[in-house]
């Protein structure tokens, strides 16, 4: 059995449960760098009481080998939902409704390289996101941000890059119009959203 961690927010989330101290697991805190808490993630990391954004930081920390989600709410449920996380115990987070075919094949088909190595970071990946949600938008598909997170984790979206998808879609079903370079043609859009017409292959 390889090495477990245990990763919380802060030192007072650890010290609230004195007992987590005795263990045996070496402990870290992803909020405060001078916590006396020091471990890194390492194996099998138990993630106490994180956040959605603390979790995918975790997940693509190099040694961590899986993650044990402790006291998940409904925050969690795209992490939940894109992993087929098993249940093991404590409150029952429900999964996130599967997207549309045309959701999925465009999460999909905007996951390229970049994207899957830096996220959004870049203007032309996110340039790419926004001209992709806003043409779905205005073609009356659903942007749901949760279907979206999980897609995007889906598609191996690093750290909180599939929360920036989220928020940009949040803004644009709130009315606003995101500036964009246009960085897809016509009809690869158009085939995305067309992707529930199409016959199965």
Known sequence: MGPTSLIAPSTSAVTASTWLEHTGVPIGTTGNRHSRFTARPRGTVIAWCLHLDEVLNIERTRD??????????????????AHEAEHLGGEFVP????ASPAIKAMVK????????????????????????????HDHGH????????????RN???????????????????????????RLVPEVLTEWSNAASRPPQ
Do not use: C
């Open 64 to 81: 961590v080998d899986a993650i044990v989600l402790v006291r998940a709410f409904e925050q969690h449920a795209p992490w939940i939902t």
């Open 95 to 98: 999964t996130v409704p599967e």
């Open 109 to 136: 088909g905007i996951s390229l390289l970049p994207i899957v190595n830096q996220g959004l970071a870049d203007s032309r990946e996110r340039s790419m996101a926004v001209q992709a949600l806003t043409y779905f």
């Open 142 to 153: 659903q942007l749901n941000p949760a279907q979206l997170v999980t897609e995007a984790i």
């Open 156 to 182: 191996e979206w690093p750290r909180e890059s599939p929360l920036e998808l989220a928020d940009l879609a949040r803004q644009i079903n709130a009315g606003k119009r995101l500036r964009f370079k246009r």
